[in-house]
């Protein structure tokens, strides 16, 4: 398979080194975690003088006497070498038993620089601080965006090449397959992998069929405002025995898994955070092309996920926005910096350009407001607010505000 180098998750790891954290790589499955982790082990050999690396990969059966946690660590002092810079590179952390306890103890000894990778089901987010009794820095790893897109093909017409990465979208491993239904095959077996092997195991989960219906409804659902109540009400129409507790915590294991993230909505007006109807967006969007078909092809939906899952692989808190009773799809926020977004397909239409525009200009603070569309035209602006094309958005290549 073709590799390219991930610069933007490298550099995370390059400037953590030497640092006391456990560093934890997450990420949905198949998103590149372990060839990340390759990358960084040559870059450790070409750049570090005096390294020593002890690398186990789970995966494969040669470390199969490290699957408990006490040779795991016994292994590992055993490989330290005196006067260099030890590294320890773990892939598949989880297949261990009882890992955190070696991970713990060789981090307490002050001796390696930890770097592990892991099924996310049993490596969330939420749990590291827990798990870890040392300080974790996560690099939170995601399917190839679009940049990563083209760089992979060696594509150059942006323009057209939006049109084919919204088919094919950042499940690298399809590309390997030349044909479509391959490709699909491959990241739908991708994603019930996911659900059977890592959910269903680390949640006991007895319903897959309702776990199944589930994942078909939200990936019907997405950019739709729904709630574990909503869910709940619409499959007991279909007269499935259900209840609101269980649809949520199935919603739950779907996001700590990386399947899908959640975006919550937020009162522009009032500043606070509301609790009632949220967004779901798929970790990559062609999940819902796999699984559910090609025939209802929507890319306004589709275009909202591929912003979604940009603006957090960018780093950014994202929101849904409401203002008098009106949505902005997008608050993005990190640190003082603040962002509004609108997603249109298509805007060429007068009607539908003014649907989009409007809410923005109602919005009265000075941050950034914009909307991404498939122009085909570089920047503009109407009445200060930016027009700016999926594909040099996606890229970066618009004027930064200054």
Known sequence: MKLITRNQYLEKLINVIGTPDIKVITGVRRSGKSKLLEAFKSHVEQNVPDHNIIQINFNLPEFDHLLEYRPLYDYINSQYVAGKENFVLIDEVQMC?????????????????????????????????????????????????????????????????VDKYMIEGGMAGSYLYKDQEAKYDYIADVFNTLIVRDIRKKYKIRNMQLMDRLVDFLMDNISNLTSARNITNTFSGLKEKVNHVTISSYIQYLCNAFAFYKVRRYDIKGKKYLSSNDKYYLSDHTFRYAKLGTKNMDYGRILENVVAIELLRRGYEVYVGVLYKKEIDFVAIKRNEKIYIQVSDNISDDKTFEREVSPLLQIKDAYPKMVIARTRHDEYQYEGVKIIDIADWLLDLFPKRK
């Open 97 to 161: 038993t009882d890992f955190e306890k070696a991970i713990n103890g060789l981090h307490a000894s002050e001796k390696f620089d930890i770097y592990i990778t892991g099924s996310n089901a049993f490596l969330l987010s939420s749990d590291l601080a827990t798990l870890f009794t040392g300080r974790t820095f996560e690099i939170k790893v995601f399917p190839f965006s679009f940049s990563e897109y083209m760089q992979y093909f060696g594509y150059s017409d942006k323009y057209a090449v």
